[in-house]
């Protein structure tokens, strides 16, 4: 449950240097106020439903209304607020080959359940998981084009 807001978390790190760059920090610490009360709310009032599972819950959907507040915040900003078509492009490519890296690690668990379900020998399972779904994502990113490879050069390069 907790992996269905990932994206809501790290595009909170992609939108809020919009208002940071607007020497704007009061806005986003509101949202975060607003995103904690429904984090607490829906954690406390699911507890005694369905448990522990309730704070998982609730911190993504916590997560997803940062984002939205972080998101529809940026309507004034002009053309800094919008992605191009490359950026349109891309996203719908990354999302493909995530969902591709999911189906993958998704079947991947029932081949290495053996080694998963051994005391001994999960953390291995695990490490080999973890190392087929990077592959996996890579492959299917670059194959795609969702990610290109004179651009990560240029982002591992140093600068001089």
Not at 38 to 62: D, W
Not at 133 to 142: I, K, R
Request: glycine share 10%; aromatic share 12%.
């Amino acid at each position: 449950v907790y992996g269905l807001g990932l994206p809501a978390f790290i595009l909170q790190k992609v939108v809020q240097p919009l208002y940071f760059a607007r020497e704007d920090t009061k806005r986003p610490f509101y949202y975060a106020l607003v995103a904690l009360v429904v984090n607490a709310v829906i954690a406390i009032g699911l507890s005694p439903v369905i448990g522990f599972i309730a704070a998982a819950i609730a911190t993504t959907l916590a997560g997803w209304s940062m984002l939205a507040l972080l998101w529809f915040g940026t309507r004034g900003m002009g053309q800094a607020a919008r992605f191009d078509d490359r950026a349109k492009r891309r996203i719908r490519r990354v999302i493909v080959a995530s969902l591709i890296m999911g189906i993958v690690l998704w079947l991947g668990q029932f081949l290495l359940s053996p080694l998963l379900d051994q005391p001994g020998l999960s953390v291995l399972g695990l490490t080999l998981l973890c190392t087929l779904g990077a592959v996996v994502y890579a492959a299917t990113g670059f194959a795609l084009g969702a990610f290109d490879w004179a651009e990560l050069k240029g982002a591992f390069r140093r600068q001089r």
